[in-house]
């Protein structure tokens, strides 16, 4: 299990007892756990009209030893580039991103609640984007931690102990029916055909130039003279909000005997997939 960001916050002392808290974001799972609080979804995408509330829901397990506080706060999602291009997913400071929706979440059930080790409960919320939100794909963190819950006895007995609160952000993606545009663009393509000491390379940069979150993949094809498949292989997608600029690279390590080839590259712009970029490149192996 990969985990995308990874952070030490929030440090209580109390009279017995030091409170830690982990945040744990974006986990690539339906199920995302930490330190025996798991939730599922770990991500979820709603859609409305313009000007219209819309509801969800997230499932809380308490899978630790002791009973926990349900508690909630939201915040930014963005993402930086790191120095090979790649694009990392990380926290931002609430209302930082032109594409927020973190001020427009409520919760309606479950903050507060205790809940038992083996048992869960249904945190709902509803999101009620402004009147001037009039197109386009918002998205914000929904915070969730996980509070010991001590009784006086418990207390008492304790002397000085480490306690680590359990805090995971799940993806909360808003769109505006109807207003959608998924785009983007291959700005820079790098190819480089099999050589005696490197296989063949495909480097490639994505501009998501429309209003909406971008989950992006792709595959590639290598076809031979006569239009026969000889090889694919897949193309490292990543997830992209507008204007995100990110890098890429595949591999093919198989052998390639000498020959003409063309590559075929196709990509994929999630979640619907509604629109694909296909690029062509020839080469020759000799």
């Not at 063949?200 to 209003?211: H, M």
Request: glycine share 10%; with cysteine.
């Amino acid at each position: 299990m990969k985990i995308r960001y990874f952070s030490f916050n929030h440090i209580f002392m109390f009279p017995v007892v030091l409170f830690l808290s982990i945040s744990i974001l974006e986990l690539p799972t339906v199920e995302a756990a930490g330190l025996g609080l798991k939730i599922s979804p770990s991500r979820i995408r709603l859609v409305s009209e313009q000007g219209e509330a819309v509801s969800g829901q997230v499932r809380v397990f308490n899978e630790g030893g002791s009973s926990m506080k349900i508690l909630t706060d939201v915040g930014d999602t963005g993402n930086v580039r790191n120095k090979e291009g790649q694009l990392i997913r990380q926290a931002k400071p609430l209302g930082s991103t032109p594409y927020s929706c973190a001020r427009w979440i409520q919760i309606l059930q479950g903050e507060g609640s205790i809940v038992k080790p083996g048992n869960f409960i249904d945190l709902k919320f509803v999101l009620s984007p402004p009147e001037n939100a009039l197109s386009g794909g918002y998205a914000a963190y929904l915070f969730i931690r996980g509070v010991p819950e001590f009784s006086d006895k418990e207390k008492a007995e304790k002397q000085a102990e480490l306690i680590t609160i359990p805090r995971i952000g799940m993806s909360v993606f808003f769109e505006i029916q109807g207003s959608i545009r998924r785009t983007g663009e291959i700005t820079k393509l790098d190819f480089s055909p099999p050589s005696e000491d490197k296989p063949l390379s495909i480097k490639y940069e994505f501009k998501n130039t429309g209003n909406a979150h971008i989950d992006l993949s792709g595959v590639y094809f290598i076809l031979d003279d006569s239009g026969s498949l000889y090889g694919k292989g897949a193309l490292p997608g990543f997830k992209s909000f507008p204007g995100d600029v990110g890098s890429e690279k595949a591999e093919f390590s198989g052998d390639i005997p000498p020959g003409k080839y063309k590559v075929l590259l196709t990509y994929e712009l999630n979640p619907d997939g509604a629109e694909a970029l296909i690029k062509e490149i020839d080469f020759e192996v000799k």
